[in-house]
């Protein structure tokens, strides 16, 4: 028998959730670790477990169904899908980049994408990759009506523009290609520092729509700004800043407001933080909405966006971990709807990819779409209160920056008068420190390294050019110090080493000797452990005591003065607490970074 959903009672037999109940019982719990008492308001529990974004955006502990967004999925604001049909459960664009300066070597690696899953190609031309002039053969046998191609050449734009304008009408293909000229003036001043001059860009707008209909001409690259350290919204602002700049110069060279929609496309980054990378996506479509609404646009404006998974959170140690990386940040594009994904292969950050790491790059998105079946369903994240109130509130903090963006006199001002780059240099400063105390851990990097891998060698990848914004990356402070580890280890024969002196059973100091033990690799360092007696055979000249607080009280000072006595120079202890001959404490929170610096410089290990 059906029973038709308004009957459909699923929590009948419990009684309603209330508010006031479920703080009371997080109260208790709060009470036991000390951050509650007996007199903290119940309206001030909820306070005390949420957090806050980089755009101070609260992380609440419960949402509930007043966090819910409006709107249908296929409806403006386009926030929960941008159609709702069942062709648009087919997935989105699996797109490849490609950097090789050979178009030989290009051409044969495009070809192997394309026949393994890859539906479109991302070419990256001039200074960073492959010479402009090399175009037609890296294209040759790839066929322009069906694969999508997106161009990205920086200063060579124009150049690039033309070059394969000529191609497409070579072979005769001017109404069926499709892709993106790739063009970016803003984008460029950004990551270089050039002008921007936004009338080349109108002028090949203007030709797509009048001889290329399925042709973008121009990417609104907001990548750079995520690269230089922003967060988030300010990602989101600049990029919004950036595609209203472009439809203005747009407009004035002769297109409707509905062409010059139509020429844009955006490039986002999504990270292993996946709920934040879903709202992104979400909440760019939510922002581009609100700018069609007010710019006259008709229906079909919706933000067309390729999303790219995170160049600053992949490492060069332990480049492995980079395939968990980009599996969980791809899996966010996907939710968020994405309509087009680029996976950059696990080796990136060590020079160019091999076709391993081009096929694994490939086999994430296909695991994603045909084994988890990720896009057969609509709007996945929908009726998601946290993703709901998260994308909204991340819209908001998107559009304040963008005002303040326009109220500069629009991003190329921004850009000139240092307030971009100024308000990114803050927003890394605030994710440097966390990633420093490792309160964002970096697996393989601040957390859990191998001293003794062996990293896959690649061929150096041609460098893109900079002078603009900073170009960050997550884990390059922890990976300073294990390049300056390894000079040291290469020019004496020896790893810097540091003792753990532990005192007590096993059971007592197994713990905080691994937590120390952990901390030290992240810089490179060494660790042997072992009794006072055994200092003076280690080869260590920084000793660090590990051991429980209670067996500190006892011994503590003794065991410092001991060790000092037998030829160490410093100091340290696993834990808190001050004690006589202990110069320093490691802990959770403390700043690693500075800890790691400091032990090299005692232990000798130039800079």
Same mark, same amino acid.
């Given at each position: 028998?059906?029973?038709?959903? /308004?009957?459909?009672?699923?929590? *009948? ?5 209330? =508010? ?5 019982? #997080? ?9 509650? %008492? ?17 755009? @101070? ?22 926030? +929960? &899908? ?12 699996? =797109? ?36 402009? @002039? ?74 797509? #729509? ?26 989101? !602002?600049?990029? #919004? ?38 709202? $992104? ?33 992949? %490492? ?21 709807? *994405?309509?087009?994904? %680029? ?17 694994? *790059? ?8 045909? &084994? ?50 100024? +308000? ?38 041609? /460098?893109?050019?900079?002078? !603009? ?5 997550? !884990?390059?402070?922890? /990976? ?16 810097? $080493? ?62 410092? =003065? ?7 120079? +410093?100091?340290?202890? *696993? ?29 000798? #290990?130039?800079?």
């Amino acid at each position: 028998m059906t029973v038709p959903p /308004e009957e459909l009672e699923l929590a *009948a037999a419990f009684p309603p959730a209330e =508010r006031d109940r479920w703080r009371e019982m #997080v109260k208790g719990v709060l009470r036991k670790s000390g951050a509650a %008492t007996d007199e903290t308001p119940l309206d001030e529990i909820e306070g005390l477990l949420t957090r806050e974004s980089y755009d @101070g955006v609260p992380i609440a502990a419960l949402y509930t169904k007043d966090d819910s967004a409006p709107g249908r999925p296929g409806l403006a604001p386009y926030v +929960r &899908e941008v159609s709702p049909e069942p062709d648009s459960l087919a997935g989105w664009d699996v =797109r490849q980049r490609h950097v090789h300066p050979d178009p030989a070597v290009t051409r044969e690696a495009i070809l192997a994408d394309l026949e393994s899953g890859t539906t479109s190609v991302w070419l990256t031309l001039g200074e960073g990759g492959l010479p402009v @002039g090399g175009l037609g053969e890296a294209l040759r046998g790839v066929l322009l009506d069906l694969a999508p191609v997106v161009l990205d050449a920086g200063a060579d734009a124009a150049e690039a523009a033309e070059a394969f304008l000529a191609l497409v009408n070579e072979r005769g293909n001017a109404s069926e290609a499709s892709g993106s000229l790739g063009i970016d003036p803003l984008g460029l001043k950004a990551r270089t520092g050039a002008g921007a001059e936004l009338g080349g860009a109108a002028e090949a707008a203007v030709r797509c #729509v009048r001889e290329f209909p399925k042709l973008r001409a121009i990417t609104v690259d907001a990548t750079v700004y995520h690269e230089a350290g922003g967060s988030d919204a300010e990602e989101l !602002g600049a990029a #919004v800043a950036g595609g209203v700049a472009y439809l203005r110069a747009l407009t004035d060279a002769g297109l409707t407001v509905d062409e010059a929609f139509g020429q844009l496309e955006f490039r986002l980054a999504v990270n292993a933080d996946q709920f934040l990378s879903i709202a $992104k996506l979400r909440a760019a479509r939510r922002l581009w909405q609100r700018v069609a609404e007010v710019s006259g646009a008709g229906e079909g404006t919706a933000a067309r966006i390729h999303a790219v998974t995170s160049a600053a959170m992949m %490492t060069r140690r332990d480049p492995w971990v980079n395939m968990l990386r980009t599996t969980v940040a791809t899996f966010a594009a996907g939710v968020g709807g *994405a309509d087009a994904v %680029t996976v950059l292969p696990f080796d990136s950050r060590l020079g160019l990819p091999d076709d391993f790491a081009r096929r694994i *790059a490939r086999n994430t998105q296909t695991l994603l779409l045909e &084994e988890s079946s990720l896009s057969r369903v609509i709007d996945p994240a929908g009726g998601s209160w946290y993703v709901e109130r998260l994308t909204e509130d991340l819209a908001q903090a998107a559009w304040t920056w963008f005002t303040e963006i326009e109220k500069a006199g629009g991003l190329a001002a921004a850009l000139d008068s240092g307030l971009v780059a100024d +308000r990114l240099a803050a927003t890394w400063a605030r994710r440097r420190k966390d990633l420093a105390r490792r309160k964002a851990p970096l697996t393989g990097v601040s957390e859990f390294p191998n001293l003794t891998e062996t990293l896959p060698e690649r061929a150096p990848a041609p /460098e893109r050019p900079g002078g !603009g914004l900073p170009v960050v990356r997550y !884990g390059q402070d922890f /990976e300073a110090l294990r390049d300056r580890s390894d000079a040291h280890a290469d020019a004496s024969g020896d790893r810097p $080493k540091v003792f753990l002196a532990t005192l007590g059973p096993i059971a007592v100091h197994t713990a905080r000797a691994t937590f120390a033990a952990n901390l030290f690799q992240a810089g490179g360092i060494e660790t042997v452990s072992g009794s006072i007696e055994d200092f003076a055979g280690s080869g260590a000249a920084v000793a660090c005591v590990c051991s429980s607080d209670r067996v500190y009280a006892d011994e503590a000072a003794a065991t410092a =003065r001991a060790l000092k006595d037998a030829g160490a120079i +410093r100091v340290l202890l *696993a834990g808190t607490g001050s004690y006589d001959g202990v110069d320093a404490n490691v802990f959770a929170g403390c700043d690693a970074v500075d800890v790691l610096e400091t032990t090299l410089d005692d232990l000798g #290990v130039n800079r």
